[in-house]
């Protein structure tokens, strides 16, 4: 079982930037493959990048190619997500999560955090 907590959420203006970090309890975090999602108002959760269990396998959308790294430090249980250059389009609630194997496909995950806000003015 794995247990995820995002922070690093908030407000910020277009062009700017944040780190997300999703910390982990559990003992399986270390084989995991890593997602992050996000969602906002009126539309369905979408992908924005996975990472596969050893690091070395990453995925991103389309969307935040080139803004966005995902990355993880498995002796702290931590993934996190740097994105910068924001737009108002990434505005949503982000969600992390946590399954056997690296996809862009939610059903895939099997464990997820309650999400943290990101809010970008123009």
């Known amino acids: 079982q794995v247990q995820l907590v995002e922070s690093g959420g908030g407000s910020v203006q277009a062009g700017g930037s944040l780190r997300l970090s999703c910390v982990a309890s559990?003992?399986?975090?270390?084989?995991?493959?890593m997602g992050w999602f996000r969602q906002a108002p009126g539309k369905e959760r979408e992908f924005v990048a996975a990472?596969?269990?050893?690091?070395?396998?990453?995925s991103y959308a389309d969307s935040v190619k080139g803004r966005a790294t995902i990355s993880r430090d498995n002796a702290k249980k931590t993934v996190y997500l740097q994105m910068n250059s924001l737009k108002p389009e990434d505005t949503a609630v982000y969600y992390c999560?946590?399954?056997?194997?690296?996809?862009?496909?939610?059903?895939?995950?099997?464990?997820w955090g309650q999400g943290t806000q990101v809010t970008v003015s123009s």
């Open positions: 559990g003992r399986t975090f270390s084989w995991s493959a």
């Open positions: 999560a946590a399954g056997t194997r690296l996809s862009e496909n939610p059903p895939a995950y099997d464990y």
């Open positions: 990472l596969n269990w050893v690091g070395t396998i990453r």
